[in-house]
């Protein structure tokens, strides 16, 4: 369904931005680190001029690099997002779950939501509300959502 309507979501809530954030700058950074490591090591194997040694670390330097931006650019544009909730659906991104096809509220949390103190609810199979902050329990206003939509 893609509604394309003027009305005003009924509440936005917020992605807690820290734990979406942070997580997902710093893991690719350290496993590019890692990988550049095992092409320094691998190149040093190859028996390369100085010149040439020196250009191929350089060309895997510059990938990492423009790889890393990118990644942070996306990272912090799906921060900025919200999750709209309407009279009907709830809409995140490009992905929308009417509120008639939600068949579970199940909280779940990881590592990464534990230290953050964030944690995510799935609604079922293909749609998780993620990064929700752990002193907002948003599970009641869901079910009186969902309640109201089961009447028209």
């Known amino acids: 369904m893609d509604h394309q309507d003027i009305t005003q979501p009924l509440y936005q809530l917020q992605q807690k931005k820290d734990r979406l954030i942070l997580p997902n700058i710093i893991i690719p950074l350290l496993l590019s680190i890692i990988f550049y ?11 390369l001029s100085g010149k040439t040694e020196t250009l191929a670390k350089l060309i895997v330097l510059i990938i990492l690099i423009i790889l890393n931006i990118i990644g942070i650019i996306s990272v912090i544009q799906k921060s900025k997002k ?8 709830l809409v995140f ?3 929308e779950i009417p509120y008639k096809e ?3 509220m199940k909280e779940q949390q990881n590592l990464f939501d534990k230290w953050f103190g964030t944690y995510s609810l ?7 509300i993620k990064s929700i902050p752990e002193e907002l329990k948003i599970q009641n206003y869901i079910q009186q959502l969902i309640s109201y939509s089961k009447q028209f």
């Open 37 to 47: 490591l095992g092409v320094l090591l691998n190149i040093s194997f190859l028996e």
């Open 82 to 89: 919200n999750y709209l909730f309407f009279n009907d659906r």
């Open 93 to 95: 991104d490009n992905k």
């Open 102 to 104: 939600i068949t579970e």
């Open 122 to 128: 799935k609604l079922n199979p293909k749609f998780t």
